[in-house]
């Protein structure tokens, strides 16, 4: 089992950037890919972006192109996510999550996450 503790979400004015962090505690840091989902009142959880278990591959759904991206450091086991030029539309509660055991490729896949965090409130103010 994987604890993730997400931080970093606030108050922010359109166009502003922000960025979230996940601290993970537990199973082997290195050993998963870590995503990040975001929802919103009314909504379905989305999927944000995901990196791989080593870092090397990530991957941005189609509302956090070109504006968001995500990186990890395995020597604290954190992950990140920078946003940048936000919208009011971006406004949701962000959660970090981990894959289950045995996956470790970047999957936008909500069913193939074990762990989730409790979610940082991100809203952006127009």
């Known amino acids: 089992q994987v604890q993730l503790v997400e931080s970093g979400g606030r108050l922010v004015p359109v166009g502003g950037s922000l960025t979230l962090s996940c601290v993970a505690s537990?199973?082997?840091?290195?050993?998963?890919?870590m995503g990040w989902f975001r929802q919103a009142p009314g909504n379905t959880r989305e999927f944000v972006g995901v990196i791989s278990w080593k870092g090397g591959a990530t991957y941005l759904g189609d509302s956090a192109k070109g504006r968001f991206t995500i990186s990890r450091d395995n020597a604290t086991n954190t992950m990140y996510l920078q946003m940048n030029s936000l919208k009011p539309e971006d406004t949701a509660i962000y959660y970090c999550?981990?894959?289950?055991?045995?996956?470790?490729?970047?999957?936008?896949?909500?069913?193939?996450?074990?762990?989730w965090g409790q979610g940082t409130r991100v809203t952006v103010s127009s």
């Open positions: 537990g199973r082997t840091f290195s050993r998963y890919a």
């Open positions: 999550a981990a894959t289950k055991p045995g996956i470790i490729s970047a999957t936008a896949d909500l069913r193939l996450y074990g762990d």
